[in-house]
């Protein structure tokens, strides 16, 4: 299931904030329905549970909690964009895992799934190292029109084409601890606030 998303102008949100997508209630909630979902697909078997550092820490602290099943955690960093808000194409893996992959059911999770650039470079490299299995389970998956790019397992929610932050996601590397997903006012990305 995968549930649609409407801005709404809270007062009390950041001053570069023009509009908040997913309320930080909404959050908590899709979060422990995803946890609830996943631990009954994956009943009776450990998880090998994969963060995308950075933008997928806070979205993999959450769900980590929300699963009941046996977990491990382990983190890789990929990078495909630098500090601006449109993809440059090109996906490296900067930090990778401690774990070997062998064997193991290896559920990658990650906040945003946009281009899918990035998530299909993982899988190719993740699927080489021997897995019994590889899923993908994305917070916020971008409606780009027509279909997916990427085919992820588990979705929270499905938003519009726009730059979103917080919840892990930054701009230039502000706005990752906003406990809510929102969308930045245009001077701020624009340069001109
Ligand atoms: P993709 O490779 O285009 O699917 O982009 C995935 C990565 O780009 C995410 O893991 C984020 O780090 C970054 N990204 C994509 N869209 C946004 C956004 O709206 N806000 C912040 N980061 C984003
Ligand atoms: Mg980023």
């Given at each position: 299931m995968q549930l649609r998303t409407r801005l709404s102008h809270p007062a009390?949100?950041?001053?570069?904030?023009?509009?908040?997508?997913?309320s930080e209630r909404a959050l908590a909630r899709r979060v422990r329905e995803l946890g609830a979902e996943i631990s009954r697909d994956y009943a009776g078997r450990e998880i090998l549970l994969v963060g995308v550092l950075r933008a997928g820490l806070v979205f993999l602290a959450d769900l980590a909690r929300a699963i009941s099943v046996p977990v491990r955690v382990d983190c890789l960093a990929a990078a495909s964009y630098g500090a601006g808000t449109s993809s440059s194409g090109a996906v490296r893996i900067t930090r990778d895992l401690d774990e070997s992959l062998a064997g193991r059911h290896v559920l990658v999770v990650d906040t945003v799934l946009d281009t899918g650039l990035t998530l299909r470079a993982l899988d190719a490299a993740l699927r080489a190292r021997g897995p019994a299995s590889v899923r993908y389970c994305v917070l916020l998956q971008k409606d780009r029109g027509g279909p997916p790019p990427f085919r992820a397992d588990y979705v929270g929610f499905t938003i519009p084409d726009r730059f979103v932050v917080g919840y892990g996601l930054d701009y230039a590397q502000r706005f990752r601890n906003l406990p809510y997903v929102g969308v930045l006012r245009r001077p701020v990305y624009e340069g001109t606030s």
């Open positions: 009390t949100c950041h001053p570069d904030v023009a509009g908040v997508l997913v």
